[in-house]
């Protein structure tokens, strides 16, 4: 599978350890967000669908991942136009209901917590939105060996055997169920079961429902070349370029 990742890059991201669970589990994958330091990417003003349509190879998947960052992707809802499906992964969901909107964008919605998956699923307008909690990464998350002196963690220190014993079993877990190689195959077998639709319900809505959800995310995000962008596209009203704009500047200024 050839999957299309997006996400706000920085090497302890969760989407940069996704993409290398994507390269080891034998699949292809293209970063197709931000530029950012030394890591090559693309302008935010940018059409996802323009980006993806002129890969080298076509991409099975589309795939967007929370943390965002100033980043969510233009023209998302168009991408139906290349046959291909798209999911995201919304991780910190309890900090804006704009990653609930976010969500209706998307054929497949996994929540990184629990406890916010109903309002997920209300927010999408679909069933497709499953739990798939945070993972290791074996690399990172390995045996430090460093000095344990906290106070709080006296019994466990003083009781050697227990508390490896207890440290030994988590260990063995979390690398045999939770890795990010775990996660990826997860999303993976979703998006390619045989019963799986291209159903996100801002494909389905009316262009300018879609264009006015996007914005509301680009405001919150503080995005604001996207939206006079997008303002200079749909209209000439200087006036009305500045009224589409004001609550994301707004934002900027307070």
Request: proline letters at 4%.
């Amino acid at each position: 599978m050839h999957i299309a990742i997006g996400y706000y890059w920085f090497t302890h991201a969760a989407g940069y350890h996704f993409e290398r669970a994507v390269l080891d589990a034998g699949h292809t994958v293209t970063y197709v967000g931000l530029s950012a330091g030394l890591r090559p990417g693309y302008d935010s003003v940018v059409s996802i669908t323009d980006i993806v349509a002129g890969l080298p190879h076509k991409s099975d998947l589309y795939l967007w991942i929370d943390r965002a960052g100033r980043y969510f992707p233009r023209g998302i809802e168009d991408i139906e136009d290349l046959d291909i499906p798209s999911a995201c992964y919304l991780i910190d969901v309890h900090l804006g209901a704009w990653r609930k909107r976010a969500a209706r964008f998307f054929d497949a919605v996994f929540v990184g917590q629990k406890d916010y998956r109903p309002a997920c699923r209300e927010a999408a307008g679909h069933k497709r939105v499953w739990w798939l909690p945070l993972a290791d990464a074996p690399d990172v998350h390995r045996r430090h060996e460093l000095p344990r002196l906290l106070a709080r963690i006296a019994h466990y220190l003083a009781n050697e055997t227990e508390r490896a014993r207890i440290a030994e079993a988590g260990y063995r877990r979390v690398h045999a169920e939770h890795a990010y190689a775990h996660r990826i195959q997860t999303i993976i077998q979703r998006v390619a079961d045989t019963s799986f639709r291209m159903i996100a319900p801002v494909r389905q809505a009316d262009r300018a429902k879609g264009l006015a959800e996007r914005r509301a995310i680009y405001t919150r995000l503080h995005m604001l070349d996207i939206i006079l962008d997008d303002a200079r596209a749909q209209t000439r009203n200087a006036l009305r370029r500045a009224i589409m704009a004001l609550p994301c500047l707004a934002r900027r200024l307070l």
